[in-house]
């Protein structure tokens, strides 16, 4: 399965390393040569406090981007 390459402004479902939990969706802030800064839209309660720790974004490796949400 080939994923489309991201683009700023989509909306993702990823899979975050830990401390996190569960997945998260979120909308590309910034495409870097593996990774992309993610700004965090929504996730699971058991995962609300990162988002304070992360100031909301998270950088996340190309692989773990799951799928495009349009």
Do not use: Q
């Amino acid at each position: 399965m080939t994923l489309s390459r991201p683009n700023t402004n989509e909306k993702w479902r990823c899979r975050p390393a830990k401390p996190w939990r569960s997945e998260i969706v979120g909308f590309v802030d910034k495409v870097l040569i593996n990774s992309c800064i993610i700004r965090i839209v929504i996730t699971d309660s058991g995962d609300d406090h990162l988002i304070d720790e992360y100031h909301g974004k998270i950088v996340i490796s190309k692989k773990a981007m799951v799928e495009k949400i349009s």
